[in-house]
């Protein structure tokens, strides 16, 4: 039965719509389309801890359009990283998911850079870990299923983009939760990096987590790209963590986005396993969000 969803009811699902970001749902099949942003509540760990979501799903997206979820950087602005996707998303076809992680409910690099896997990344111990649900990229897997229910889109697994300090949380989301529904990802321009390796302590390496005696073979088969530009090498860049451990992966960001590649090669070498990780560096662009989102988007589509 042939149907239509008003703008109106629509905008009650999809909280803070304004007549620029009217959504329609029109004939059998969901033709969801706009850009806007809802807050996701529906994550039974985060019910106190709403969650605004921009989005943007171009005219010509269909059923079995991919889906990007967005990870902000430090400035915690969603829609801002949601923005730098929409120029593709129309050429491309696909949709774009940007979830903000505010320092309200996901506070300081605890609760979003290193995921909220420990009450105090930086002090790893079993009293501190917190529960798997309550990691931060626990919730990226319901609000796939939501947005999926909402505009009809039948696809199994979803691609992760995350830059700088959200490169930060998109790594270890990989890295520490072999189950979720993701299918690519791309970690541009982050700070410092989890090395897949267990004689180098949490947050630097997997000594003392969760992923200490996690099989790595899941991880190294990865569709992950490294992805870094060539002028992203300010040692003094604002922002950039330095102490011995951070610095033993290099003195800036282009430089320990190189030792996060070749770390995983060499220990997929030394246990045999398949590599399938890619690094691509980019000339003469520094930390630039715009661009090497332009960049990620010819990567993945």
Same mark, same amino acid.
């Given at each position: 039965?042939?149907?239509?969803?008003?703008?109106?009811?629509?905008?009650?699902?999809?909280?803070?719509?304004?007549?620029?970001?009217?959504?329609?749902?029109?004939?059998?099949?969901?033709?969801?389309?706009?850009?806007?942003?809802?807050?996701?509540?529906?994550?039974?760990?985060?019910?106190?801890?709403?969650?605004? +979501?921009?989005?943007? #799903?171009?005219?010509?997206?269909?059923?079995? /359009?991919?889906?990007?979820? &967005? !990870?902000?950087? %430090?400035?915690?602005?969603?829609?801002?990283?949601?923005?730098?996707?929409?120029?593709?998303?129309?050429?491309?076809?696909?949709?774009?998911?940007?979830?903000?992680?505010?320092?309200?409910?996901?506070?300081?690099?605890?609760?979003?850079?290193?995921?909220?896997?420990?009450?105090?990344?930086?002090?790893?111990?079993?009293?501190?870990?917190?529960?798997?649900?309550?990691?931060?990229?626990?919730?990226?897997?319901? +609000?796939?299923?939501? #947005?999926?229910?909402?505009?009809?889109?039948? /696809?199994?697994?979803?691609? &992760? !983009?995350?830059? %700088?300090?959200?490169?930060?949380?998109?790594?270890?989301?990989?890295?520490?939760?072999?189950?979720?529904?993701?299918?690519?990802?791309?970690?541009?321009?982050?700070?410092?990096?989890?090395?897949?390796?267990?004689?180098?302590?949490?947050?630097?390496?997997?000594?003392?987590?969760?992923?200490?005696?996690?099989?790595?073979?899941?991880?190294?088969?990865?569709?992950?790209?490294?992805?870094?530009?060539?002028?992203?090498?300010?040692?003094?860049?604002?922002?950039?963590?330095?102490?011995?451990?951070?610095?033993?992966?290099?003195?800036?960001?282009?430089?320990?986005?190189?030792?996060?590649?070749?770390?995983?090669?060499?220990?997929?070498?030394?246990?045999?396993?398949?590599?399938?990780?890619?690094?691509?560096?980019?000339?003469?662009?520094?930390?630039?969000?715009?661009?090497?989102?332009?960049?990620?988007?010819?990567?993945?589509?």
């Amino acid at each position: 039965m042939k149907f239509t969803l008003v703008p109106f009811l629509v905008c009650i699902l999809f909280s803070g719509c304004d007549k620029n970001e009217e959504l329609q749902v029109i004939g059998d099949e969901s033709n969801v389309t706009g850009t806007g942003t809802f807050t996701f509540t529906d994550y039974a760990p985060f019910a106190d801890k709403p969650i605004q +979501v921009d989005y943007h #799903i171009p005219e010509n997206s269909s059923s079995v /359009s991919p889906i990007l979820f &967005v !990870f902000h950087g %430090s400035d915690r602005n969603g829609a801002t990283a949601r923005n730098a996707f929409i120029s593709k998303a129309n050429e491309l076809g696909f949709i774009v998911v940007a979830p903000s992680f505010t320092e309200t409910y996901f506070e300081g690099g605890d609760g979003y850079n290193l995921g909220n896997i420990f009450e105090d990344g930086d002090n790893p111990s079993e009293i501190s870990l917190n529960l798997q649900e309550e990691w931060t990229f626990s919730v990226i897997d319901p +609000v796939f299923d939501y #947005i999926k229910a909402l505009t009809g889109n039948a /696809s199994a697994t979803y691609d &992760v !983009f995350g830059f %700088s300090a959200g490169a930060q949380i998109a790594h270890r989301f990989l890295i520490f939760d072999s189950g979720a529904k993701i299918n690519r990802m791309v970690a541009a321009s982050a700070g410092w990096y989890t090395v897949p390796d267990n004689t180098i302590v949490f947050p630097y390496g997997l000594e003392a987590s969760p992923g200490e005696t996690a099989d790595l073979a899941p991880l190294f088969s990865a569709n992950l790209t490294v992805l870094i530009g060539t002028n992203d090498n300010d040692p003094n860049a604002q922002g950039l963590r330095h102490n011995e451990f951070a610095d033993a992966q290099g003195l800036n960001r282009f430089d320990r986005a190189q030792h996060f590649y070749n770390e995983g090669f060499n220990s997929a070498a030394a246990q045999n396993l398949p590599f399938a990780w890619q690094y691509v560096s980019v000339q003469n662009v520094a930390h630039d969000q715009n661009v090497l989102a332009a960049v990620a988007a010819d990567i993945l589509y």
